[in-house]
C-alpha cells in the first residue's frame, strides 16, 4: 500500500477530519482514532443509523468516515490520559485534530508542545476559520460555512431566498483539501526530517471549492460582475426531463441543438431557420414543439436507453442515478469502488470504498469504522507496553 508504514494518531471529530484521515487509512496508513471514553466521536450520533437503530455503532456517517481505522478511548482531561497521548504522538508521523483553536494547547499537546518530543511530525489541525485570522474564535456550522465561503449566493432561484446544497458538503471539501495537504507535508518531512503544521480552514475550504465558486471568483476578478442565482424559465433541449422509469439530463442547446433534434425524430427541423438562431430559445411557439417532441422521446424510454442512444447523436448527457442504480450500474460493476464489509454492530453491508485506483493494484479490502474503545488494550498493551493490571486500573479510573 502507498501509505503502509505511516502512523497517523487521530483526534479529529464530526466529519472533516475523520473524512481525512479515511482517506489516508484507505491507502494503507494505521490510522489511531482518538475518542472519549463512553461517548467518543459525536459523528457516532448523526443520522441516518444502520436498520434505524440509534445507537454510537450504527451512524451511517461514522460508518463511512472512520472506516478503517482503529479506536481507542482516552480522556484527555486527566494527567494520564494526556501522558499517554502525548506518548502516541511521540511515534506517530502525522497527527490530525479539529478542535477549536488553543483546545489542543490545554491538553499539553499544541503543535510546539509535541513538536519537543517529535520533530519531524506533520501536524495537521483542521477548524472553522484556521489557527489565525479576526473570525479564528467564531462558532460556525455546515451551513454558516457554506454561507460565508460563498457558494449560497449563487445556489436557489433569483426571486427568493438563498439555499444550501444538501449533506456536509463543505465538511467533505475540507477534510478531502486536508487530505491532499498531508501527503505534501508528509513528502516534505520526510525529505527534511522537519515537520510542520498544516492549517486548514473550512472558511477557505468553502470559499475556494469546485462548488462553482473558481469559476465566479475568476470572473469577478475580471469583470467585477458577482455571481447571481439562476432565473425562472425552460433551457431549450437542457436539464432533466422524465422517462418511463426516473429522469435523463442532456446537453441538447445551442450548437449541440440538430444532434438533439436528429435524436427526438424531428430532422424536419432542422431546415427551419429558428434552429439556427440563438433567439430561438425565446420563441414560445418554438420552444413547445421542440420541448413536447423531446418530452414525448423521453417518457417512451427508459433512461439507460435514452442515455444510449444520446450518447451515439454525441450528445453529453447523464441518467439521474438513485443510490439503488449506483450498486447495480454495469460501469462500476467492472470497476469495482465498492466494499463489502461485515461490521460487528451492523452485519454485512456494501459501502463506499477507494475514490481512485492506482496501477499497481493495491487497495484495502473490508475496511469497516472501529467499536467504540475496540482497539485501546490492542494500542496500550501490545504497543505501548502497558500492563494488563494497569490497564484494569486506568479504566477504572475514568482514563480510558
Known sequence: MPLAGVRVLDFSRYAAGPFCTRLLAEYGADVVKVEQPGTGDPVRKWQPFANDIEDQEHSLVHLHVNAGKRSVTLNLATAEGQRIARTLAGEAD???????????????????????????????????????????????????????????????????????????ITQYQAGAVAAYATMAGLWRAEDTGEGDHVDVSLYEAAMGSRDRRTVHLTAYAYTGSPSKRVTDGVSLGSGFRPTADGYIMLAGY???????????????????????????????????????????????????????????????????????????DPHFSERAPWEDVDHPAVGAYRAVGRPFQMSGGARRSGMRAPLLGEHTDEVLHGELGFSREEIAELRSGGVI
Do not use: C
Not at 136 to 159: K, V
Not at 266 to 295: G, M
Not at 310 to 324: I, K, Y
Open 94 to 168: 502525522i497527527l490530525v485534530e479539529s478542535s477549536r483553536p488553543g483546545k489542543m494547547r490545554e491538553f499539553g499537546l499544541s503543535y510546539e508542545e509535541i513538536r519537543e518530543i517529535n520533530p519531524a511530525l506533520l501536524y495537521v489541525s483542521i477548524s472553522n476559520f484556521g489557527q489565525t485570522g479576526p473570525y479564528r474564535d467564531y462558532e460556525s456550522s455546515e451551513l454558516i460555512a457554506y454561507a460565508m465561503g460563498g457558494p449560497m449566493h449563487a445556489t436557489g432561484h433569483i426571486d427568493r431566498e438563498p439555499l444550501k446544497l444538501a449533506g456536509n
Open 254 to 328: 445551442g450548437k449541440r441543438l440538430p444532434s438533439l433534434l436528429r435524436l427526438i425524430g424531428r430532422e424536419d427541423l432542422l431546415e427551419d431557420p429558428r434552429t439556427a438562431t440563438p433567439s430561438s430559445a425565446v420563441d414560445p411557439e418554438y420552444v413547445d414543439e421542440v420541448e413536447t417532441s423531446y418530452v414525448t422521446w423521453s417518457a417512451s424510454r427508459q433512461k439507460a436507453e435514452a442515455l444510449r442512444e444520446a450518447q451515439e447523436q454525441h450528445l453529453v448527457g447523464a441518467s439521474l442515478n438513485t443510490v439503488a442504480d449506483l450498486f447495480t
